[in-house]
């Protein structure tokens, strides 16, 4: 499985972003996707998973402002992120569990200036 992916960019406290995570293949199949965070100086964090049953999980961080969604046509993940605050700044990485293995994507930048 490669992930590839994208949407980080700088955006005020308040603003709004998009993540998108394309996976080779379909990711039907896929027990888990989501996306993690790794802000400097911090362990890689847990921000939001999908399940291929739709069911969802969200670190208690971003509960309420953060929405995970997956088109199993597209092979695509999508994070939502709305309301943003400085907190939220780190690199955002795509995840996926297939099979007892463990995948990640290179990375999208958020940074959240004023």
């Known amino acids: 499985v490669q992930l590839q992916a994208s949407g980080g960019g700088l955006v005020q406290p308040g603003g709004s972003l998009r993540l998108s995570c394309a996976a080779s293949g379909s990711i039907a199949s896929i027990n888990v996707m989501g996306w993690f965070r790794q802000a400097p100086g911090k362990q890689r964090e847990l921000v939001a998973i999908i399940s291929n049953g739709g069911s969802t999980n969200y670190a208690d961080s971003v509960k309420g402002r953060f929405t995970i969604s997956r088109d199993n046509g597209l092979s695509t993940v999508y994070l939502q992120m709305n309301s943003l605050k400085f907190e939220d700044t780190a690199v955002y990485y795509c995840?996926?569990?297939?099979?007892?293995?463990?995948?990640w994507g290179q990375g999208t930048q958020v940074t959240v200036s004023s």
């Open positions: 995840y996926a569990y297939l099979r007892g293995n463990v995948y």
